[in-house]
């Protein structure tokens, strides 16, 4: 069984930052793009940031560009979210996804992912 697990959320003061992590298990990402996603109360998932296989290639959502660097390890299976300079508007619930795709793209369109984690809370006060 194929499964996600993120980790790292928590409640942080707006500038602070948080490290979110994505374990995968059940079989290997190492050949498959990985996002990260997040859906605040009342708004659709969107995209935050994304890495191609091999982590040469990124993308990120115009609101956090410069703030947040996704990475990965594939020895270990893991994908990585560093927040810096976190804002209010960025509380949310955040998901990390992975392509069914080999070889692929930092993909941005959250039709592209196949598979997903469960969420972590991320929650920053003003």
């Known amino acids: 069984q194929v499964q996600l697990a993120e980790s790292g959320g928590g409640l942080v003061q707006a500038g602070g930052s948080l490290r979110l992590s994505c374990a995968a298990s059940?079989?290997?990402?190492?050949?498959?793009?990985m996002g990260w996603f997040r859906q605040a109360p009342g708004k659709v998932r969107e995209f935050v940031a994304a890495i191609s296989w091999i982590g040469y290639n990124t993308d990120y959502a115009d609101s956090v560009k410069g703030r947040f660097t996704i990475s990965r390890d594939n020895a270990k299976n893991t994908v990585f979210l560093q927040m810096n300079s976190l804002k209010p508007e960025d509380t949310a619930v955040y998901y990390c996804?992975?392509?069914?795709?080999?070889?692929?793209?930092?993909?941005?369109?959250?039709?592209?992912?196949?598979?997903w984690g469960q969420g972590t809370q991320v929650t920053v006060s003003s």
């Open positions: 996804a992975g392509t069914g795709s080999s070889f692929g793209p930092a993909a941005t369109d959250k039709a592209d992912y196949d598979y």
């Open positions: 059940g079989r290997t990402f190492s050949r498959n793009a």
